[in-house]
């Protein structure tokens, strides 16, 4: 659906706004609160924003996990598993092998006790049958995992952490309803990669998923820099979650009005705790420090041009290249308004491999040498170890 004239041209004014990093929360000079914080963290881990409305009525995946997706499948597809949600009997029994981990009954229990990171569930008793009757899908999904604390797949909530064990494209593609040309795309991504302009464009071209730490002082969340943290939320809510909500983006043809809004009121708190999460520190003795300590110096002078200021990119002022400058594969950002990549953020890089839009990184080896070559730095072996192991400090 199109916008009327003058609606589009405020709609283009807004993300114009946006693109010049007014994404503060509260509105400009204001900061956070620790409500702000606590409802945004309820919000990232909890809040479906009404996107039962695909995952359910149009794609009818709790028929699937009803009948077919007990505990074992799930954690093979890389779903996660909240151990502070258990209660302690529970936890004792599964200690004790009295659990049913072959059962998807099990996986309803689970479901009831809001355990599965990322996944809400509605069970009823239908008959005297614990039944699942609405399924959706939160941030957390993607963009948080567990510390496998009590199992592999099991643990303490660790949001803002990409899951790369994570296989969307194969969760999507159970649903009974999709024809199989759908399902081979979404097959063909893989743990830790997702499109999201698959359902916009037809086109495959999936990504890494990026982590949602360290935010707070980066102006464009995408890796083709479309908008701020805000925008980007919206946009995955509204298009990729198929929240009920509003998003318009006249650049990509997108104009989406639903009511009630479930979304945009719930940007600012959702962001000011995107913007609480921390870094996470390189786990010591991870990396050679009199390594790190020169590998910066060759840092400074090899790829301080665009990795610049406090986090490490120039994107910060409006600065995005085309991809024959940085070597990658061009076709994601061909899809995208802007036709260019930022350059990223560099933020607990020991800790998210692999590394790229694309992830034909995959490993910090391969990042210094592909830049070593694309950009003829001609650095010797030592001076690429060295700088190897600084990567891992940030």
């Given at each position: 659906m ?54 359910t ?28 949600a258990?209660?302690?009997d ?25 355990a ?83 359902n ?24 083709t ?6 925008y980007w ?6 298009t990729q ?8 983006d ?8 639903q009511?009630?809004d ?5 940007l ?53 290249h ?56 001609h ?16």
């Open positions: 199109r916008t009327p004239g003058s609606t589009r041209t405020i709609i283009t004014l807004a993300l114009a706004t946006l693109a010049l990093g007014c994404d503060s929360t509260g509105g400009p000079g204001t900061e956070p609160t620790p409500e702000d914080i606590a409802k945004g963290q309820q919000i990232f881990r909890m809040d479906t924003f009404g996107d039962e409305q695909f995952w009525d149009t794609l009818h995946l709790e028929r699937v996990v009803q009948q077919a997706v007990d505990p074992t499948t799930a954690l093979a597809v890389g779903l996660k598993v909240d151990m502070d258990l209660p302690a529970l936890v004792q029994a599964i200690q004790a092998g009295k659990v049913d981990l072959k059962s998807p009954a099990t996986t309803l229990a689970l479901l009831k006790l809001d599965v990171v990322g996944v809400k569930g509605t069970v009823q008793s239908v008959g005297g049958r614990d039944t699942l009757t609405r399924l959706g899908i939160t941030c957390a999904l993607c963009h948080s995992t567990v510390d496998d604390a009590f199992a592999k797949g099991i643990g303490h909530r660790k949001d803002g952490w990409p899951n790369h064990d994570l296989n969307v494209g194969a969760i999507v593609a159970l649903s009974p309803v999709l024809p199989a040309s759908a399902k081979a795309v979404f097959n063909s991504w893989g743990p830790g990669m997702y499109d999201p302009r698959f916009i464009d037809g086109q495959n071209t999936p990504l890494v998923i990026p982590p949602a730490y360290g935010l707070a002082q980066v102006r464009n969340e995408t890796y820099a479309e908008g701020p943290v805000s939320n919206a946009y995955v809510a509204v979650m198929h929240a009920h909500g509003t998003f318009s006249p650049r990509l043809g997108i104009n989406i009005v009511t009630p479930l979304v945009t009121s719930k600012p708190a959702l962001r000011a705790y995107q913007f609480s999460l921390q870094v996470p520190p390189a786990p010591a003795g991870s990396f050679d420090a009199a390594a790190a300590a020169r590998g910066q110096v060759v840092f400074n002078a090899s790829c301080a041009s665009c990795h610049v200021g406090a986090t490490l990119t120039d994107n910060n002022s409006g600065v995005l085309a991809p024959s400058e940085t070597g990658v594969d061009a076709r994601y950002a061909l899809r995208t308004p802007t036709k260019r990549y930022r350059t990223t953020p560099l933020r607990g890089l020991w800790q998210h491999a692999p590394y790229f839009h694309d992830g034909s990184a995959k490993t910090l080896a391969d990042v210094v040498e592909h830049y070593d070559t694309v950009r003829g730095l650095l010797s072996a030592a001076q690429k170890q060295d700088l190897v192991a600084y990567l891992k400090t940030l």
